[in-house]
């Protein structure tokens, strides 16, 4: 109803939202505990189909004397000089709408990362977060809608990748006891369960006695969004995938103008959470899906339609049994994004998942044998709740797919998410604790995924 009220609007989000996290959670309990292997990296040789990282061209990834001059500074097209280096992250668009190129232009290709998120930690000798990389030069520190600045000195200082909140800050932090769930900030508070969450903003569940659940502010309201230029030697770039390394039909249908259709499948992660914009609160950061289509929109001529069939809390088993593949026929895909295993960890096997994945395929080609598809193979959820070996026999069964077909790939974001979670904590980058990320890795998402299909040049 177009009169509907705003608080029958709010009920509904409250309900939906709700019934995607006990759906998830059911499956959660029976995943087995994360192995000692955060700095392990997934198998980079893949097969046929496989993305392929970057060019590694030999740079350390630690800081080195080596001049940059003997760096091929072709590989880094969006690299600004540090000394004219600005704040341009832009505005939002009509209808709270992000649709600025650096807000999903890969960051790995310049020298800046805008809204890097951080959840700063009273340990009872300092308040401080880490950066994935030593700043060069900050360019702003903001809240979480990107409205609010800090200003150095006063509210924040750096020293090497540590940003550090003297007394007296105003940039919001969690103490050592909250993450234990002790002497939480007003007003949130406890339930005991899942489905006692009444309020999605103030309510949390302690997940264990160290990991708390929210989709609330008591994890993204205490993330502070730094935005800052970093020295290119300090990066591993090898970590991404290449341009153009994937889908070349798809690829040449977009370079010849045409209009294309990407049918999507997969877990909540794929519909949306968590994205600002799937809650209805401020910064509207889209869903990657659609900062994916903005991006194609700018760099090419044909229509970019998305028809995205996610759905939260479900396994690659109801991919199946939902007939997804008719859905996505009926589309007229030309590109197929599937992203599952966050759920399926609570249960199936790697055979199980490749063999869900397959039948979905092979009933799509049926109708659609020009179709391609691209696997996502997740960013990690929280390692310490999510086995990781469990994670690396998913993407050896998706390899092995890749390597059966001329028209299934994969795009690997475990790997430099791992990467990141070497330096990084998990609270740093999530939106609910457990599973979901947050708009900084919703962008990153997007990142990858434009890194595959625009090529950016000097």
């Known amino acids: 109803m177009k009169n509907q009220s705003k608080h029958t609007k709010s009920h509904k989000i409250t309900a939906a939202i709700l019934a995607i996290v006990l759906t998830a959670a059911t499956l959660l309990t029976a995943c087995a505990p994360a192995q000692q292997s955060g700095s392990e990296a997934t198998d980079q040789s893949g097969g046929n189909g496989t993305a392929q990282p970057a060019e590694n061209t030999g740079e350390p990834a630690a800081p080195t004397e080596e001049p940059r001059d003997e760096i091929d500074m072709k590989n880094y097209p969006l690299f600004v000089d540090p000394d004219k280096a600005e704040y341009a992250f832009g505005e939002k668009g009509k209808g709270k709408v992000w649709n600025n190129a650096p807000v999903y232009q890969p960051y790995w290709l310049g020298n800046i990362i805008y809204q890097e ?251 659609r044998p020009d179709c391609e598809f691209l696997y996502l193979k997740c960013f990690p959820a929280n390692p310490v709740l999510y086995s990781d070996s469990k994670f690396k026999s998913y993407w050896k069964a998706v390899d092995e797919l890749a390597a059966e077909y001329d028209c299934f790939y994969s795009l690997d974001l475990y790997t430099p998410g791992m990467k990141m979670l070497e330096t990084k904590k998990y609270l740093d980058v999530t939106g609910n604790g457990i599973n979901h990320p947050n708009d900084f890795i919703v962008r990153f998402y997007a990142m990858n995924l434009v890194n595959l299909f625009v090529e950016y040049k000097a």
């Open 117 to 367: 998120t951080v959840m700063c930690i009273d340990d009872g000798k300092e308040i401080s977060g880490l950066l994935q990389y030593a700043p060069v030069k900050i360019l702003s520190v903001r809240d979480d809608t990107y409205t609010k600045e800090y200003a150095e000195g006063t509210d924040y200082t750096v020293s090497g990748n540590k940003i550090i909140l003297p007394a007296g800050t105003k940039c919001p932090y969690l103490t050592e006891d909250n993450l234990h769930g002790k002497n939480m900030p007003k007003p949130y508070k406890a339930v005991n369960s899942l489905g006692s969450v009444a309020n999605i903003d103030t309510d949390y569940y302690m997940w264990t006695d160290s990991i708390f659940f929210t989709e609330g502010s008591l994890i993204h309201g205490h993330q502070i969004c730094v935005s800052y230029v970093y020295d290119i030697k300090d990066a591993d770039t090898s970590v991404f995938a290449r341009y153009g390394s994937v889908a070349p039909k798809f690829l040449a249908k977009l370079k010849a103008g045409e209009d294309v259709v990407i049918g999507i499948t997969g877990d909540s992660v794929t519909e949306g959470c968590s994205a600002s914009s799937k809650f209805g609160r401020q910064p509207m950061m889209p869903q990657f899906p659609t900062l994916l289509n903005y991006a194609l929109t700018q760099a090419y001529d044909g229509k970019i339609s998305i028809r995205n069939y996610a759905v939260g809390g479900t396994t690659s088993n109801e991919a199946v049994s939902t007939k997804v593949a008719d859905k996505l026929i009926k589309a007229k895909s030309d590109l197929v994004l599937i992203h599952f295993g966050i759920n399926d960890s609570g249960g199936l096997t790697a055979s199980q998942l490749k063999a869900n994945v397959k039948k979905v395929v092979d009933a799509t080609l049926e109708a």
